[in-house]
């Protein structure tokens, strides 16, 4: 079992920053790909960035150029720093961490952190 535990969340004003971060308790982001997804109130949980093993990184449309996703892994945390934010980035963010072929499938959550974009 892999237990994530997700921090760095809370309030920040429009155009503010905030840096989350995900730490694993074994160190499997040399082969996972970590992720962060987010939810907000009365939506379903949408897909926010990933970096693969090999250090690809992916992201929604709405934070392109805004955020970025980064992985340490002599620390095994992977990371979200959040630029510019808007009151639209306001939700629970949750790590993920997730490995597939065709014999296994892994997937592991985070409890969740809570930003909140608002003046």
Same mark, same amino acid.
């Given at each position: 079992q892999v237990q994530l535990g997700d921090s760095g969340g809370g309030w920040v004003q429009p155009g503010g920053s /905030?840096? /989350? %971060?995900?730490?694993? %308790?074994r160190s499997i982001f040399r082969i996972y790909t970590g992720g962060w997804y987010r939810q907000a109130p009365g939506k379903e949980r949408e897909f926010v960035a990933t970096i693969s093993s090999g250090g690809s990184t992916n992201y929604a449309d709405s934070v392109k150029g805004r955020f970025t996703i980064s992985r340490d892994n002599a620390n095994n945390t992977v990371y979200l720093q959040m630029n510019t934010l808007k009151p639209e980035d306001t939700?629970?963010?949750y790590c993920n961490a997730q490995y597939n072929n065709r014999l296994v499938n892994y997937d592991y959550w985070g409890q969740g952190t809570q930003v909140t974009v608002s003046s």
């Open positions: /905030l840096r /989350l %971060s995900c730490a694993a %308790s939700a629970v963010y």
